[in-house]
T-cell receptor, first 114, second 115 residues
Framework: DAGVIQSPRHEVTEMGQEVTLRCKPISGHDYLFWYRQTMMRGLELLIYFNNNVPIDDSGMPEDRFSAKMPNASFSTLKIQPSEPRDSAVYFC????????????FGNGTRLTVT | AQSVAQPEDQVNVAEGNPLTVKCTYSVSGNPYLFWYVQYPNRGLQFLLKYITGDNLVKGSYGFEAEFNKSQTSFHLKKPSALVSDSALYFCAVRDGQTGANNLFFGTGTRLTVIP
């Protein structure tokens, strides 16, 4: 299994531009999570899906952020318009249905907004 | 509400010495506890978990953790540290009674093993 795949690995963009981050979860996993990691705030859960349905999006910072999961093998996190304070590493993770199953993380997308 | 505390931002230990990375948790129901490790420019990697049963849990790379219900702790340990163990370590908790699958992470502890 290739694990959770995220693209791009690095993204540099200018303030005001739209940014789209992509994630392919492990095949057969029912849950997909988007986390953001910064030095100041650590790891924050943004949103998570169960069977492609958003379950909890209370961690999404504001309306500029949106996430979709059109099918079981693909999810996107979009920021429009981007701001410098959005600079962070964004991780996608997936897990199976069992409550004791660990999360499997991708290698992240490092976003820099100038 | 669920939460995890990692009281030490940084732990330094000499190579070959035992190491401990501390974690305390708070949940309403039964805790499912996890340890993850993060190397530079990589995602978090699962090390070990406690769900139920034996309080001493063994995981990858020679790490183990001890669940202590009375102290609500789940400290990560290794008998003999390696330089390659230097990384960022995260403790995480899930409430086993809520049915939700999301994990709550601590703020992380940076472990440095000194040659």
């Amino acid at each position: 299994d290739a694990g959770v795949i995220q693209s791009p690995r690095h993204e540099v963009t200018e303030m005001g531009q739209e940014v789209t981050l992509r994630c392919k979860p492990i095949s057969g996993h029912d849950y997909l999570f988007w986390y953001r990691q910064t030095m100041m705030r650590g790891l924050e859960l943004l949103i998570y899906f169960n069977n492609n349905v958003p379950i909890d999006d209370s961690g999404m910072p504001e309306d500029r952020f949106s996430a979709k999961m059109p099918n079981a093998s693909f999810s996107t996190l979009k920021i429009q318009p981007s701001e410098p304070r959005d600079s962070a590493v964004y991780f996608c993770a997936s897990s199976s249905l069992e409550p004791n199953s660990p999360l499997h993380f991708g290698n992240g997308t490092r976003l820099t907004v100038t | 509400a669920q939460s995890v505390a990692q009281p030490e931002d940084q732990v330094n230990v000499a190579e070959g010495n035992p190491l401990t990375v501390k974690c305390t948790y708070s949940v309403s129901g039964n805790p499912y506890l996890f340890w993850y490790v993060q190397y530079p420019n990589r995602g978090l990697q699962f090390l070990l978990k406690y769900i139920t049963g034996d309080n001493l849990v063994k995981g990858s790379y020679g790490f183990e953790a001890e669940f202590n219900k009375s102290q609500t702790s789940f400290h990560l340990k290794k008998p003999s540290a390696l330089v390659s163990d230097s990384a960022l370590y995260f403790c995480a908790v899930r409430d086993g009674q809520t049915g939700a699958n999301n994990l709550f992470f601590g703020t992380g502890t940076r472990l440095t093993v000194i040659p």
